[in-house]
């Protein structure tokens, strides 16, 4: 096997809110690696702590514990200064591309900002430059340079967000439900854009999403979540051919697919995600799974490799 | 359209404009939907196609200051709700007293956002059983014990009733919508992006249910979203629009497996394909057009491959392929049912 190149290497990252009703275990011990170029999908419903990852990783949360090693430098332990020059290579594109915009700014100063906070480009002139090439890149008419982002529409501000977390020539960028928000005839727009500017730039993403069949186009490996908790891991197409975590596979066949042929075998969970406020050391899916057996009320599963490159926190395979 | 005869829904004609001092937004122009007694029709579109505007006006809910009914006629189980006065104007059918009897009892709606749909000062038990008691000749205790059973049939216990809004999460909150609108057992139930708010998991939950009572109580269904997979798993039929008009229409095999229209065809290729992970999606270039600004022509032609001169310059009639499937677009102006994308 040849050296694989690791960029992102994250160890045991933890993040916990202290909240009213006690600790509110957002992200719980949860490692993973992205190889350079690659795309991680993360996957999950509402409040399974995706974004929180995310967010954690650039330290736009400060992680409770855990590590997390990006190009050989350990994030968590640098210097609020030394994190900012750092930031110059990770990017973060929103979900929301209406709050996630300045609305007093025009799209050409939304994209030249973080030029000019890195000091990247010191001439006005060639920034300029800079900034009509992004916005070439990412499909935005020269006409809209001095526009404000109310005068445009949701697939048009979201290439704004992409723009300017290229501008500065990132390595990594953390997409968080970059098309949530879109039309599909839009979201497959930006789906394209984002891929053909991966390949061109050797991009590493991760890319947060609650739509499956999005991240399954789009991602190399998949992370599924459950309440702060990593359930399973592997590369999007044995994930979806072999879910082996009874959550997964709930996940999964729940999906509607648009093809009025496909015989549907759906799984209903019984229930709701309970609380995330202080979990007892269960399996924090048990009360929802139609396996649960003792062993599953007894004690946590942890992540094991059940085959190559894919993994499952669940007793069943322990 | 003489073979539909047991239509529990007709609109023929129908033209929504919404009117500000500065333009107006012509949202709905000049559709005809129809729903079967018993049947479900499903109703796709992006943002902004004029699918919401159309389901307000068949509860003739439309903004008052601003929401158009321009022309056409709406009529629910053979009883006119919106029809022509005399100068061949779209007027009200009934009083406004009258209509507000049919919301609720004939008619019920279930929005997508479920935590607007619930007033957030009374308990859901209450809420259930206010349209109850305003729908059905019956005592408050009856229809607390109505409000009791509705919330069980929506996998909610009975005992929960006493709560409000807010202590339920939000695949609950739309099941106490479902519970609400399904309470006085209406002919018709309109969703408007009923589980677009939910989690997946959550989704199947609500559509299960939705189908099993539906089946339960034979009511019609308008099923409006943006969702392909949803439709091809809830509805019988299923229109397609696009600013403001139906583009295509027919059965789910007519519509899926003999997609004639290029924005339908343009849906389809938008979206990721599960079992070809690997193929590159083949977006619709372009956007939807201002609807305060339509061209002359099709609405669709700036976004087409398939655009002629002709298109550009003059509207596309609808034209039946088979007796269940049509399209409004010039490339079939033959009417020869063939595949031409």
Known sequence: MTEKSILLDVQHLTKYFHTSGGTLHAVDDVSFQIERGKTLGIVGESGCGKSTIGRTILRLLEPTSGKVIFDGTDLTALSKEELRKMRQQMQIIFQDP????????????????????????????????????????????????????????????????????????????????????????????????????????????????????????????????????????????????????????????????????????????????????????????????????????????????????????????? | MGRYTNLMLEIKGLVVEYRTDDE????????????????????????????????????????????????????????????????????????????????????????????????????????IAESVRLHQKCSAKEAEKKAEEMLELVGIPASRKDEYPHQFSGGMKQRVVIAMALACNPALLIADEPTTALDVTVQAQVLEMIKNLRDKFGTSVLMITHDLGIIAEMCDEVSVMYAGAVVEHGSLEDVFDRTRHPYTRGLFNSLPNIKDRTARLKPIRGLMPDPANLPMGCAFADRCDYATEKCRGEKPRKQWLTDSHFVACHLYEDGKDEDRL
């Not at chain 1, 953390?174 to 854009?193: G, R, T």
């Not at chain 1, 959550?247 to 549907?264: G, R, V």
Request: aromatic fraction near 6%; charged fraction near 25%.
């Open chain 1, 98 to 318: 209406f709050s996630s915009l300045d609305p007093r700014m025009t799209v050409s100063q939304t994209i030249a900002e973080p030029l000019k906070l890195h000091g990247m480009i010191k001439n006005k002139a060639e920034r300029e430059k800079r900034v009509l090439e992004l916005m070439a890149t990412v499909g935005l008419a020269e006409r809209l340079y001095d526009a404000y982002p109310h005068e445009l529409d949701g697939g048009r501000r979201q290439r704004i967000g992409i723009a300017r977390a290229l501008a500065v020539k990132p390595k990594f960028i953390v997409c968080d439900e970059p098309v949530s928000a879109l039309d599909v005839s839009i979201q497959a727009q930006i789906l394209n854009l984002m891929k053909d500017i991966q390949e061109r730039e050797g991009l590493t993403y991760i890319f947060i999403t609650h739509d499956l069949s999005v991240v399954n186009h789009f991602a190399d490996d998949i992370a599924v979540m459950y309440m702060g908790r990593m359930v399973e891991k592997a590369p999007a197409e044995e994930l979806f051919e072999h879910p082996i975590h009874p959550y997964t596979q709930a996940l999964l066949s729940a999906i509607p697919i648009p093809d009025i042929h496909t015989e549907m075998k759906r799984i209903v969970l019984k229930g709701e995600v309970t609380s995330p406020i202080e979990p007892k050391p269960v399996c924090r899916f048990a009360a929802r799974c139609a396996y649960a057996c003792d062993e599953c009320m007894k004690s946590e599963p942890e992540l094991i490799n059940v085959s190559p490159g894919h993994w499952a926190a669940c007793h069943r395979f322990a």
């Open chain 2, 24 to 127: 107006t937004v012509h949202a709905v122009n000049d559709i005809n939907l129809w729903i079967e007694k018993g049947k479900s029709l499903g109703l796709v579109g992006e943002t902004g196609a004029g699918k919401t505007t159309t389901a307000l006006s068949i509860l003739n809910l439309l903004p008052e200051t601003t929401g158009y009914i321009v022309d056409g006629t709406v009529s629910l189980d053979g009883e006119p709700i919106i029809k022509k006065n005399r100068e061949g104007k779209s007027v009200p059918a009934l009083l406004d007293s009258d209509m507000q009897k049919i919301r609720g009892d004939k008619v019920a709606m279930i929005f997508q956002d479920p935590m607007t749909a619930l007033n957030p000062i009374f308990t859901v038990g209450y809420q």
